[in-house]
């Protein structure tokens, strides 16, 4: 239990990291600077924000909102990490549940795309549908490959069943 909190801790921490840098490169390559989506977010999730013709204008980055949104997706994260990794320790337990364990991640992933989604919907100019898709395969991949080096087993359990 203590290994599994540990690596979910971790998992959501590189998660974390992750989104956050691709994030600060994809405002630093479209020369915006690196807070500039995490602040809309930020304005978007705790200031309402629901006009994108605001976003034709200079704006001003809130810090406020930036450090909310940074300590809800830092929560969030932490959460989805172990969830993931319970996930994987159920599996591991019970192999037989080892097909809900991987509808379960998918339906994870795709529920996580949706909901942040919708959430930055009123600045869906700035923040395309392709960038939120890519900005949580980042994290599965590199959390992905940390979960499957501390637990060398769990691609092969949680894809066995499809084999079969």
């Known amino acids: 239990m203590r290994r ?4 979910g801790l971790t998992v959501g921490f590189i998660a974390y990291l992750s989104v956050a840098a691709f994030y600060a490169a994809f ?7 690196t807070l500039y989506t995490v602040d809309l977010l930020g304005k978007a999730v705790f200031r309402g924000l629901r006009d994108p013709s605001v976003l034709q204008h200079p704006i001003d ?3 406020g909102a930036v450090m909310a949104y ?12 172990l969830a993931v990794c319970g996930f994987v320790e159920l599996a591991e337990r019970r192999p037989r549940s080892a097909p809900f364990v991987s509808l379960m991640l998918a339906a994870g992933f795709l ?3 949706a909901v942040v989604g919708l959430l930055s919907d009123p600045i869906r100019p700035l923040v395309p549908w392709w960038s939120v898709v890519v900005a949580n395969l980042i ?5 992905g490959w940390y979960l499957v080096r501390q ?6 359990l949680l ?3 499809t084999q079969e």
């Open 4 to 7: 599994t909190i540990v690596q």
């Open 27 to 33: 405002d630093f390559l479209a020369a915006r600077g």
């Open 61 to 63: 980055i809130d810090m």
């Open 70 to 81: 940074n300590a809800l997706h830092f929560v969030v994260s932490l959460a989805i990490g």
């Open 111 to 113: 529920v996580t795309v």
């Open 139 to 143: 994290p599965m991949l590199f959390a």
């Open 151 to 156: 637990r060398p087993g769990v691609v092969r």
């Open 159 to 161: 894809t066995r069943w």
